[in-house]
């Protein structure tokens, strides 16, 4: 697994696509991307083009003004079977057009499917996605701006459903919004509902009984109400970007909501950067509200008109700006090249680059973009924000978050916060660097231990971070070939096999396969190891006897919250009935981040132990799961 830090990159392209918001996006199954229609400095655009995930270049599928379809804004797009779905929008006529288009991607020409949309309302802002053989709409404004619910098309018989039967409290009718395709689950966040209020709820729609969640308590760093923000479902978490919350600010920050531990997490580190978006109420027939003054956005200076969501002033938060943000340096090389640098994927042809260049390219911040999931790494296209003389900015660039896997995030955690951390080093230079001595077993071997703390003072800092890097990531970033002599060196030294062979290997595929089981077993390893082990757990086993497993206080802490550090206690004397199976499930979890064997009977003990113990920051965990469990015990 050689995966960087969370963070974004600058991605340029080859071809032309034009600045532009309110537009649509989807995924083929090779993972290209259909960008189409949305409107910028040129007034509504008729482009639909699709993006090479392997050379990056932009190309045109065809004139669609050949084919009598309408430029619009807001509409969807949607794959199936070798076709692409245009539905909705709102139009440059300002009409609001009911009809579905199909673009056939072998022939390249659209075709207007027949439905029964007679009577079907249009809508704009809304959301689709694509599960089985239907398609599910919701959300979105009607002609006569008023907020829409959910609306199912069926493939396979060619005909909508204007009114599902849903189990459950739907989620109120709003536009605005993001939604996305977790398993059989519609994700619907955020938006604005018919109040005019702005939301942070999130609401998910079981597609297989169509059954609403009741939504539930969340937990961590909750980011604020938004609408024109974009989500994705990477494993089980949904991570948003951008928006504009009900003070009219737009973001660029990058939040993941954990969708079995109900808890929100701040993914970057990017400034708290906010722009003012002056507000058109879609209900005024006033000059100022029309699409005419959007279409000339850019040479009339705008009002900025604020909400009245509240009563409270929020402070603008000041914050440095991109000196280039006006260049398309923010699509250079540099941008291009660091991206190679950490492998952002196969598939992208980058220029060789050395490691000591830093990720700076987080997005501006921006609303009314589109983002997908490819592989596991977000793309982010478009969308608009404005200026300092409140025009609209509308943007041309692609910007890329990677992710990683949750048990290297998590070890990182671990190693930057020295949770309880047992080993002081003391490399050439001023700092001391704090490890854990049952890692340093874990990877190396505990007869090294003396070895590697005195070996870490004949190296410099900066060596010594990779080193620890890779020791607790498996990721080995090494800046130049000085660097790379001495990593050489300390590994020899120690005799440490491992890293010797990474040193010296191809970085294949096979490689990078084989590098990943091999961490997960070294993780696994810990949970033998008695070394270090300061919290003992105390359970019932089968026979209803007292059974005692210990683990590492800095592991309990990472995986299931801090909240174990406020204990202050060696022993946890479980009375809620937490049997040994569940225990070793619990363990291997807290090692590796693996959970195996759920049962709705183990689900249950896990909730009851976390809540015993009042382990806020976790306990949703097992209680989301367990939810889910019984739903597919009912299936």
Request: aromatic share 10%.
């Amino acid at each position: 697994m050689y995966l960087p830090n969370i963070g974004w990159y600058s991605v340029p392209t080859h071809g032309q696509f034009l600045a532009v918001s309110q537009m649509s996006m989807c995924k083929l199954p090779n993972d290209d991307l259909i960008v189409g229609f949305g409107y910028g400095p040129e007034g509504y655009a008729l482009r639909f083009l699709q993006l090479s995930v392997k050379d990056l270049e932009w190309r045109s599928l065809c004139d669609v003004r050949s084919f009598n379809v309408l430029r619009r804004v807001n509409c969807s797009i949607s794959y199936y079977e070798n076709g692409i779905y245009v539905f909705g929008g709102r139009s440059e006529s300002n009409t609001f057009p009911n009809e579905l288009w199909r673009f056939d991607l072998t022939t390249h020409k659209f075709k207007l499917v027949k439905t029964n949309s007679k009577n079907l309302k249009g809508r704009y802002g809304h959301t689709s996605i694509v599960y089985e053989d239907k398609m599910y709409i919701f959300g979105g404004v009607d002609k006569d701006f008023t907020k829409m619910g959910l609306l199912v098309f069926d493939f396979l018989k060619g005909e909508w459903i204007t009114e599902p039967k849903t189990a459950g409290t739907p989620i109120s009718d709003r536009s605005g919004h993001s939604a996305c395709l977790y398993k059989y689950f519609m994700v619907i966040y955020g938006g604005e509902d018919s109040e005019i209020e702005l939301s942070n709820e999130l609401r998910m729609l079981d597609l297989i009984n169509m059954t609403w969640d009741d939504g539930g308590e969340m937990y961590g760093e909750i980011p604020d109400r938004v609408k024109g923000h974009s989500s994705v479902v990477f494993k089980d978490s949904m991570v948003i970007f951008g928006g504009e919350n009900v003070f009219g600010e737009v973001n660029n920050k990058t939040y993941s909501f954990n969708l079995a531990l109900s808890q929100w997490t701040r993914l970057d580190d990017a400034t708290e950067t906010t722009d003012v978006l002056p507000q058109f109420d879609p209900n005024s027939n006033s000059e100022s509200n029309s699409e005419k003054e959007i279409q000339t956005v850019n040479k009339e200076k705008l009002g900025n008109k604020k909400t009245n969501q509240s009563t409270s002033k929020k402070p603008k938060i000041q914050t440095k700006t991109n000196k280039n943000e006006n260049e398309k340096d923010s699509k250079s090389l540099k941008g291009f090249q660091i991206g190679k640098q950490f492998g952002i994927i196969d598939k992208f042809q980058f220029d060789p680059i050395t490691q000591s260049q830093k990720i700076d390219s987080v997005p501006q911040p921006r609303v009314y973009h589109s983002s997908v999931l490819t592989e596991s790494y977000m793309i982010v296209i478009g969308g608009m924000q404005t200026t300092k003389n409140n025009k609209f900015k509308y943007f041309d660039d692609i910007h890329v978050f990677r992710f990683e896997e949750e048990l290297i995030r998590d070890m990182q955690k671990l190693l930057k916060k020295g949770i309880v951390a047992d080993l002081e080093l003391e490399p050439l230079g001023l700092n001391t660097l704090k490890a854990h001595s049952f890692m340093v077993n874990a990877r190396v071997g505990s007869e090294k231990i003396n070895s590697f703390i005195i070996n870490s003072r004949e190296v410099t800092e900066s060596v010594l971070q990779t080193i620890l890097y890779y020791l607790y990531t498996d990721i080995l970033l090494i800046k130049n070939k000085s660097e790379k002599k001495q990593i050489l060196k300390f590994a020899k030294e120690l005799e440490w096999q491992q890293l010797i062979e990474r040193m010296e290997s191809k970085n294949s595929k096979e490689e990078k396969r084989k590098n990943e089981k091999k961490f997960i077993e070294d993780m696994e390893k810990l949970i033998e190891v008695q070394e270090g082990k300061d919290v003992t757990i105390i359970v019932n086993n089968k026979d209803n006897k007292r059974i005692q497993m210990k683990v590492h206080r800095a592991m309990l802490c990472l995986r299931l919250g801090g909240d174990f550090l406020k204990l202050k206690t060696d022993i946890i004397d479980d009375k809620t009935g937490l049997s040994e199976k569940a225990l070793n499930i619990m363990i291997r979890y807290i090692y590796t981040g693996v959970i195996a064997n759920w049962s709705v009977i183990f689900a249950k003990q896990m909730a009851n132990f976390l809540v015993g113990f009042r382990i806020h920051e976790s306990r949703e965990i097992m209680i989301h799961c367990r939810k889910k469990e019984m739903i597919a015990l009912n299936n």
